[in-house]
């Protein structure tokens, strides 16, 4: 399953370097689910690796102003126009990578889709879980970053900076062969609210240390 994040607008950690290959390993757990791990120590706040989506898709009322490739917002005073479909391209390169899904995004005739599906969301929520927050910009695939499980309290944290483009951080210290979790959903929550989106977003019920001490 991939997992679907909606982007922030806007992130403020900075990339920290990378030397050599990212430290992580993607391997069963004990409940034979996969996970990620850690194949040497890390340091709280080390960059494990980046990712770019697989697919990206800007929030529809948002087609003027996000890069319809890579959600990269477009900047004030920019002139660069949109395509013939209306969208917004921040370059070239971000043209010429959408353009077979823009072409066929294009063509089809949604009406028929709608009669099952309301909307391009329901399209991606059938495959994919999500995350809700206020200022996304749209919707992104990922393939690694999709093979990392939940945790409420979370040991790695994902950054997005000015695209879709994702960096994965230690949000502390972490040990050899440790498993590398992040968490879905807005860690603030209360264990109960937690535990419903979780169920009804994700169809699990977390396990953690966190939730099982009531926290
Ligand atoms: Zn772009
Ligand atoms: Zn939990």
Redo the contacts with the bound molecule.
């Keep these: 399953m991939f997992l679907r994040r909606r982007l922030l607008s806007t992130a403020s950690a900075a990339a920290g370097a990378i030397r050599g290959p990212p430290p992580i390993r993607v391997a069963l757990t004990e409940s034979s689910s996969r996970g990620v791990f850690a194949t040497r120590p890390v340091a709280s706040g080390e960059h494990l690796h980046s990712a770019e989506p697989l697919l990206a898709h800007p929030s529809p009322s948002l087609h003027h102003e996000v ?1 319809y ?2 959600l ?1 917002r477009k900047a004030a005073g920019e002139e660069r126009g949109s395509s013939g479909g209306g969208c917004y ?3 070239d390169a ?1 043209k010429e990578h959408a353009k077979g899904f823009h072409d066929v995004g294009l063509s089809v005739d949604w009406s028929l889709f709608d009669d099952h599906c309301s909307s391009y969301e329901d399209l991606l929520s059938a495959a994919a879980a999500s995350v809700s927050c206020d200022a996304s910009v749209g919707n992104a695939l990922y393939m690694l970053p999709s093979f990392y499980n939940h945790d409420c309290d979370p040991n790695t944290h994902i950054v997005w900076l000015e ?1 879709a483009n994702m960096k994965l951080k230690a949000l502390r210290d972490i040990e050899e062969g440790e498993e590398l979790r992040i968490c879905y959903i807005d860690t603030s929550m209360d264990v109960h609210a937690r535990q419903k989106i979780l169920a009804d977003g994700f169809g699990f019920e977390c396990r953690c240390l966190r939730c099982l001490s009531g926290d």
């Design positions: 890069c490739s890579c990269r391209f921040c370059s971000c695209n």
